[in-house]
């Protein structure tokens, strides 16, 4: 079973930008699964925040949530075999523990049934505050 290691959450001050990371051990290789971030709030449900296709799938498109169109960015880098989810004019409805996500046969579909995503990590904490 492959793990998943996000970082780079933190405490930041509203409209500051913070980059989380999400990385994989034992050997395995994020290229091949689309990828996604998740975050869950305290008494809130969790919610799939973006999503990136593996490199393979070059006619797929990223997914957003609707809130985090034009702040949040996802990306990969295949030769640190990293995801990363750029997040700009943080807000404080963004804190949030953020998971990073994939699944060894849903993740090889282009960013559909993010719901059924199995392999998780550990999560990062994201708060925005003044």
């Known amino acids: 079973q492959p793990q998943l290691v996000e970082s780079g959450g933190g405490l930041v001050q509203p409209g500051r930008s913070l980059r989380l990371s999400c990385t994989a051990s034992?050997?395995?290789?994020?290229?091949?699964?689309?990828i996604a971030w998740f975050r869950q709030a305290p008494g809130k449900e969790r919610e799939a925040v973006s999503c990136i296709p593996s490199s393979s799938n070059s006619n797929g498109s990223p997914y957003y949530l609707q809130s985090v169109k034009g702040r949040f960015f996802i990306s990969r880098d295949d030769r640190k075999n990293t995801v990363y989810l750029q997040m700009n004019n943080l807000e404080p409805e963004d804190t949030a523990a953020y998971y990073c996500a994939t699944d060894p046969i849903r993740g090889l579909e282009p960013c559909l049934h993010l719901s059924d995503f199995g392999t998780w990590g550990q999560g990062t904490q994201v708060t925005v505050s003044s």
């Open positions: 034992g050997g395995f290789s994020l290229s091949y699964f689309a």
